[in-house]
């Protein structure tokens, strides 16, 4: 997923805001930027970036020098070994290739030492015939590292989604906490103003002081529900704080005047389930997690399998001496010499390859499980999240409706009041009624967000939530 590593959702959704409001884009970009856990999780692709490296050190070229040089003694004889030697990394071979020269003056006993003058170019392969033919210790680290390298890459990816997801939630709650000040605020509002006409209206004869009495009842529950709003703005403020920070990723705690104006408005949103599950099934982070832990299982079976086998190793040489020595010398050393070697080692007890196998058997088994579980899971998820976006939707427009009429019967109710109707308690119950509607379509217009953020991140539909 070659894609950049913020998660927001699609722009086009949030209405214009004021220059002072925070965005949805600006607070999951910050989020993205400076999370602790997201720049853990980049620090932990590099790491593991860096482990893949050494691990492909096992196939670097080598340099090997070996000189002697006698200091006393009978015998003279100087000699030096140059060779160059790698490790194929797609196969069980090694090559190599060489140069040694040697001085005149060896013993009989050390006659393998002696070269013609030029010295000897020598080329070689060596070969697993069988075990280590097809994996060994050092290709089945590098691969491991490099299929570790993808899941640590997954899991950034993973935890962007939870951060970005969890900024985005903690945004929405912020926002309805903050529409529900405004709605406890207005009704509290209310009873202030009509308090101080009471008091007028009092003083004048015109009503009388019972209800100014009920009134102050009123006042002190509103001032409560009140307080009660405003904490909880303050908290979920200070929860956004987490995702919401400066240039130096310190947390930022949002004032009331970042507050957006309303709700953004939905553009047009369609499900396809069928479509959308089977594409998740190929794309979701936790399915792709264990597909890698399934691949690097199976590679760890084949190494423990491996070691069951017998080894068989070939080695073929060639090498060409250059130059003159004694006519003997020249007689025996000149010309190509070829070689070609078989080593063989058989096992006679296997107990511990036995037991590696059936470990990493199990291990397989286990993780396919994990994986039946997880696409079980997803489609539940998917179907879930559809179901929730399809009520919430059908709630939001009962709750516009519901708020509206209440709003209606509320004038209305106020209307009598003020023309003699001396019904205050149906007034105040009416007042009450239409500010529980109006926070109740605050509650299901979060719910609709909610189930909306809910169905993309289920489906991962990355032109929605990664860009």
Known sequence: MKRSLGLAIV?????????????????????????????????????????????????????????????????????????????LADSATRIYGGYRVSREGFPVYEDEEVTLSGGEFNAGVALSLWRNRIIDEDRFMFRDAELELKQRTNDLLLTQLGVQYDAMQAYLDWLAAGKAVQVVESLLNIAVKRQDGFTERVSKGDIAEIFLTENKQYLAKRGAD???????????????????????????????????????????FSINLDKEIERAKLVRPELIKVELGLQRERNKLKLNENKLMPKVDLVAESAQDLGTGSSNQARTRGGVEGKIGLNISIPLQTNTGQGLVRQSAATIKQLEQDSRLLNDQIVTEIQIAANNYSVASKNVVL??????????????????????????????????????????????????????????????????LLR
């Open 11 to 87: 722009i086009s959704f949030f209405t214009i805001q004021p220059a002072h409001a925070m965005t949805m884009e600006a607070l999951l970009q910050s989020s993205a930027k400076h999370y602790p856990s997201i720049q853990k999780a980049r620090e932990g692709v590099e790491a593991q970036s860096g482990k893949v490296q050494a691990a492909q050190g096992a196939f670097d070229w080598e340099l090997n020098q070996r000189s002697v040089s006698r200091v006393s003694g009978f015998y003279g004889g100087d000699y030096s070994d140059s060779k160059i030697t790698r490790r």
């Open 399 to 464: 709750a516009k409706l519901e708020s509206s009429v209440a709003a209606t019967m509320e004038q209305a109710e106020r209307k009598r009041f003020d023309s003699g109707a001396v019904d205050f308690f149906v007034l105040n119950m009416r007042e009450e009624r239409a500010a529980e509607a109006r926070l109740k379509l605050i509650d299901s217009q979060q719910k609709l967000w909610r189930s909306i953020a809910d169905y993309y991140l289920a489906t991962l539909q990355a032109d929605k």
């Open 226 to 268: 009140v307080n009660d709003a405003k904490r909880a703005l303050d908290n979920r403020a200070t929860k956004l704080s987490l995702f919401w920070r400066d240039a130096d990723g310190k947390t930022l705690v949002p004032s009331h005047k970042e507050q957006p104006k309303d709700f953004p408005k939905l553009d047009s």
